[in-house]
């Protein structure tokens, strides 16, 4: 299935191009109307069954990423491609995602992914969260629902076009990423920050060179910061992004294959693509094949 992969790779690098001309990076993004199973059934013992019963859940999510999992400032409800694909999966569930008295949408930075599904502050993560087996030794995995490239946001006047023209200079991403790994690969200079706002904030003073990412979080920056910033060279990596759960409770990788499989069936995955990341008539990509889940 290498082909699906490399497709959505440069559907990836179309979508930074399109959303930074476009200048909406989907902070007033419509969600997509997700139908609540009224017959949801899950295997008793199972943590379905569980959340499905006791009718609650806390997903964790990004609050500071447009087009993927945004929090505009006072609302209860974020938005974006992460959000839709957790509504679908709670939705599954028989639990209403729109009803934030029974669903909690934590802020999730990208060094709280773990320990919060490990200390059980969140049941599902869905935050630009990247499948490696350093995090599979540790958590649960499962996906990808997208796969997307690391590329380069730098100031709209620098004359940098991928890494090789930044060898050993400082690139941000935020800490506990796989991001700043890949640019120390890259020969660049990687520096850490604990959101991605506090990154951009750091390209757009000139403290850094660029910040480094996947090119769907960066669009979404460079839409924000139009004729600031922009997205440059072509992806560098490969990052599949999927759902994290417990490790405690390894039923729910089937489910959670089983609900995106259907949401690919029944155009629901398409439908949250176009709407957080359709920008600009960029061709929505492939669904990527799902890992098995171990039996």
């Known amino acids: 299935m290498r082909f699906i992969r490399t497709k959505a790779i440069v559907a990836a690098a179309g979508l930074a191009l399109s959303l930074a001309a476009c200048g909406d990076a989907g902070e007033d993004s419509d969600s997509?109307?997700?139908e609540?199973?009224?017959?949801?059934s899950f295997d008793d013992g199972t943590r379905m069954k569980e959340i499905a019963d006791a009718g609650t859940i806390n997903v964790g999510v990004k609050f500071d990423q447009p087009g993927l999992g945004f929090n505009e400032t006072g609302s209860d409800m974020p938005?974006?491609?992460?959000v839709d694909i957790a509504k679908i999966l709670v939705a599954s569930l028989g639990i209403d995602p729109n009803d934030t008295s029974k669903v909690k949408y934590v802020e999730t930075i990208s060094d709280n992914r773990e320990p919060f599904l490990q200390e059980g502050k969140v049941d599902l993560v869905l935050a630009s969260y990247s499948i490696t087996d350093e995090r599979r030794a540790v958590v649960g995995q499962t996906?990808?629902?997208?796969v997307t490239g690391q590329q380069l946001l730098?100031?709209?006047?620098?004359e940098a076009e991928?890494?090789?023209?930044l060898q050993g200079k400082e690139v941000c991403s935020v800490t506990g990423s796989t991001s700043l790994d890949n640019a120390k690969a890259e020969g660049m200079k990687p520096v850490g920050f604990d959101t991605y706002s506090q990154c951009v904030d750091k390209v757009l003073d000139?403290?850094?060179e660029a910040m480094t990412t996947d090119g769907t979080i960066l669009a979404g920056y460079a839409a924000q910061n139009e004729g600031q910033l922009k997205v440059v060279g072509e992806p560098f990596s490969e990052e599949r992004i999927g759902v994290g759960y417990s490790k405690d409770y390894p039923e729910m990788c089937q489910w959670i294959n089983d609900t995106l499989e259907a949401a690919n069936e029944d155009g629901s995955w398409a439908?949250?693509?176009e709407t957080n990341l359709g920008a600009s008539g960029v061709e929505t990509p492939e669904f990527p094949e799902l890992d098995p889940c171990e039996s």
């Open 271 to 273: 439908e949250a693509f």
């Open 162 to 165: 991928g890494p090789e023209d």
């Open 154 to 158: 730098v100031p709209e006047d620098s």
């Open 206 to 208: 000139g403290t850094v």
């Open 143 to 146: 996906g990808p629902y997208m």
């Open 36 to 40: 609540v199973a009224d017959d949801a």
């Open 79 to 82: 938005t974006g491609f992460d």
């Open 32 to 34: 997509v109307d997700v």
